[in-house]
C-alpha cells in the first residue's frame, strides 16, 4: 500500500477520473479539509449532492456527480494550483473572476476554506488550493 502524499490533489483526481468515465458517484476516503471542499462544491453548483459514510471506522465522502441534460458534466477543469512543494498565495486586491466568472478558486484564508467571490467580498487573501471550471 502506498501512501499518500497530498491527498487534496488524490481527492481531485479521482473527481477528475469520475467525470472522464462518466461514473454517477465516486468514493474519497475522508477529512475536514476535503468536506470542506466538497461543501464548497456542492454550494456553487458543480456536484449533485455528498453523503458521509462510516464504514468499518473509516469515513468516507460519497460525491454524487452532476451532469446536464446532455450528459455533460458540470466539472470541465480541476486543477491543483498549490501544491507541498510550491505553495501559492493570493492578496485581496489581487483576486480576479476564474474564466469570466464561470469558475472558481477555492482559498484557505484565516477565514476557513472560501471562495475567491467570498473573498473578495470579504477583502481577505489567501492561500490558492485549486481552481474549479
Known amino acids: 500500500m502506498s501512501s499518500i502524499n497530498d491527498p487534496i490533489a488524490d481527492m481531485l483526481t479521482r473527481i477528475r477520473n469520475a467525470v472522464k468515465a462518466g461514473h454517477v458517484k465516486v468514493d474519497i ?4 479539509i476535503k468536506i470542506n471542499i466538497t461543501k ?3 454550494d456553487e453548483g458543480f456536484i449533485k449532492n455528498f453523503k458521509i459514510i462510516d464504514s468499518n471506522n ?5 460525491i454524487y456527480l452532476k451532469y446536464s441534460d446532455e450528459n455533460e458534466p458540470s466539472i470541465h477543469t480541476l ?11 493570493v492578496k485581496s486586491e489581487d483576486l480576479k473572476p476564474v474564466l469570466n466568472n464561470i469558475g472558481i ?6 477565514k476557513g476554506l472560501i471562495t475567491n467571490k467570498i473573498a473578495k467580498k470579504m477583502n481577505i487573501g489567501g492561500e490558492i488550493i485549486c481552481e474549479i471550471s
Open 29 to 32: 476516503p475522508s477529512s475536514k
Open 40 to 42: 464548497i462544491l456542492k
Open 58 to 62: 473509516l469515513k468516507i465522502i460519497r
Open 79 to 89: 486543477i491543483r494550483i498549490s501544491k507541498s512543494g510550491r505553495r501559492v498565495y
Open 105 to 110: 478558486w477555492i482559498l484557505s484564508t484565516s
